[in-house]
């Protein structure tokens, strides 16, 4: 079953299984904090969250799943920031800048946790989670943010939250509509190659230089995608 399908067919949850589930992500949330990912395990959230191991798995596919839906709060400071910087004034083009600006305060923060929920094995099953984490256990973390925002945290992949402002980009005259799809995958691919480095170079991160860096390169592959007749700086 393809993703955005199991999110289709999601099933209400009871009071019951969304009181657990809250327990279950706030013991994964501290251990992530306190230790990263390789500080979680089954038997730490369990005795974290006051139940035994097996009932973890009455609402969790497995560990990884829950470390996804433990992640999801390292979100929190990158949706308030978001909030802030971005204005209805702004065009997409800087609308776009300014997401990726925002999100890399918190991605190269944490590089570890936002390759693992993005990039890593087990991103596939993010739309799911992020469904369940925002509209099921914690909606009210989507409240105060403007509807675009809301739209693009409840998307799954990076590609998918993106679509939402690069279909802006194509009405605005930043990117022709032939070559939208490939920028959009190009600018993904791109950003997992840098958190990526950003997990290698640990402690040494330059976060700063490595943001600059990354924008550098964003907006080289958006100046070659624009329209050849559009008239803006750095038409081709």
Known sequence: MRETERQDQRKPLTIRQKRNMV????????????????GVSIRR????????????????????ELILFGSVCFLRDYLLRLTRKISPEMDSLE????I????????????????????????AKMGHVLQVYYLDLFPEELR???GEIREMVVRG???????????????????????????????????????HRACLLGPDLDRE??????????DYVLAAARPASSGRPGTP
């Open 23 to 38: 327990y279950f992500v706030e013991a994964a949330e501290k251990i992530l904090k306190e230790e990263g990912i390789p």
């Open 45 to 64: 959230i369990a005795a974290e969250a006051g139940y035994n191991s097996a009932t973890l798995y009455n609402y969790f596919q497995d560990l990884d």
């Open 95 to 98: 609308r776009y800048r300014t």
């Open 100 to 123: 990726y600006r925002c999100f890399n305060e918190s991605a190269f923060r944490y590089p570890e946790i936002f390759y693992n929920m993005f990039f890593g094995r087990y991103s």
């Open 144 to 146: 105060g943010l403007p």
């Open 157 to 195: 992949t990076l590609a998918e939250r993106d679509r939402v402002v690069m279909e802006s980009m194509v009405n605005d005259g930043f990117v022709a509509a032939d070559r939208a799809e490939e920028t959009l995958e190009i600018i993904v691919a791109l950003h997992g190659s840098y958190i």
């Open 209 to 218: 230089q490595l943001e600059n860096a990354f924008l550098h390169i964003f």
